[in-house]
């Protein structure tokens, strides 16, 4: 059941990562990944759903560390996945390793209060 307004996990590249994250005027939840990651593919389908759930609210993007090692380096990066959470283009928080739906709405909660 795909429809068109369906909010997809955006791919960003390391060229817009200025534009779509540090300039967002939404908050947005980056995961660091890689294609070669089984977590990396195993988060995919929650960043998905996370993205569903908070549309309009926030944006959900990710980057593949691999073809962005400058901003691995710059975010000191040293497992995959990571989620770094932006807020007016500074991060608020970071989330190493796969974490479930719930986890990391949780974290989001909290930190909105």
């Known amino acids: ?3 068109v307004n369906e909010p997809k996990l955006v791919a960003i590249a390391a060229q817009n990562f200025k534009a779509e994250v ?3 005027k939404l908050p947005v939840l980056v995961e660091f990944w890689t294609g070669w ?6 988060s995919h389908s ?16 990710k980057i593949n560390a691999d073809d962005s090692l400058e901003l691995s380096l ?20 970071r ?3 796969t974490a ?12 909105s209060q």
């Open 1 to 3: 059941m795909n429809t």
């Open 22 to 24: 540090l300039e967002s």
């Open 37 to 42: 990651s089984q977590p990396c593919q195993i």
């Open 46 to 61: 929650v960043l998905q759903s996370v993205a569903g759930d908070l549309a309009g609210k926030i944006k959900v993007v």
């Open 74 to 93: 710059a975010y000191e990066i040293q497992s995959i996945p990571t989620l770094i959470y932006f807020v007016d283009g500074k991060p608020r928080f």
């Open 95 to 97: 989330i190493v390793g």
């Open 100 to 111: 479930s739906k719930e986890a990391i709405l949780a974290k989001l909660k909290a930190l």
